[in-house]
């Protein structure tokens, strides 16, 4: 190996390890502001309260993100990566179907009763951008958008399989299913009223068997707490 290459190699080495050091502290930035933003909304976020959160400097946290706008944007593509993570991608080792469509609504009540205590970043998000346009709502609405597709799918694949009545309006079952969800966060959140998420779960089993499923003993889910990050 030449001498005069060594220079470069190391140059290299270093911009790589910097950029990946870079990466980590951006990736930590956005998990502190996801967290910040459960609790405040994503208006609340700002790169001042952030700084604070994470004992950065104001223009540390700024180099990561160029606005605050950027910051709120890259929070709600984080929500959204966790949400397909817990809630979708599990769901597609189930069978084509009634199964997958069962264990979505499962995983997706399991991720709301944990959410029940730290809040919903489209829910919250949507009561704060909803007459508001600009780049934060088209995120927001576009990853909504992309999980009800999901949704809308995986009806359509149960209606093939026989599972649903084929006149069943795969649009009206998505409204009422996601309705249950923001029924849920209303009665059990707002109002604090025991039994909302059994409610929900029944509500859900209601759906399929008007709509052609065969029925199936409903299963609360319990709320559930939080699992604790490895940094506690």
């Known amino acids: 190996m030449s001498v005069t290459h060594l220079p470069v190699k190391r140059t290299r080495a270093r911009e790589g390890k910097a950029l990946q050091k870079g990466q980590q502290t951006k990736a930590a930035i956005v998990d502190a502001a996801l967290g910040l933003a459960t609790q405040i909304g994503l208006e609340g976020l700002s790169i001042g309260a952030l700084a604070e959160v994470t004992q950065m400097s104001k223009s540390g946290v700024f180099a990561h993100f160029g606005s605050r706008e950027e910051l709120q944007i890259s929070v709600i593509r984080e929500y959204h990566q966790r949400f397909e993570q817990e809630v979708f991608y599990p769901a597609l080792s189930q069978a084509r179907g009634l199964p997958r469509l069962r264990a979505l609504f499962a995983n997706w009540m399991q991720r709301t009763s944990v ?113 604790k990050s490895a940094k506690e």
């Open 115 to 227: 959410e029940l205590d730290s809040g919903c970043i489209y829910i919250s998000g949507a009561v704060e951008f909803d007459d508001r346009p600009g780049p934060v709502r088209d995120a927001l609405a576009g990853s909504v958008q992309t999980w009800h597709a999901g949704m809308k799918r995986a009806i359509a694949l149960a209606k093939q399989e026989g599972h649903l009545d084929a006149s069943t309006d795969e649009e009206q079952m998505l409204f009422e299913i996601h309705g249950l969800i923001l029924a849920l966060h209303y009665e059990a959140r707002f109002l604090k009223n025991p039994g909302s998420i059994a409610r929900a779960s029944a509500g859900f089993e209601n759906i399929l068997q008007r709509c052609g499923a065969a029925a199936s003993p409903p299963s609360p889910i319990k709320p559930a707490r939080p699992a």
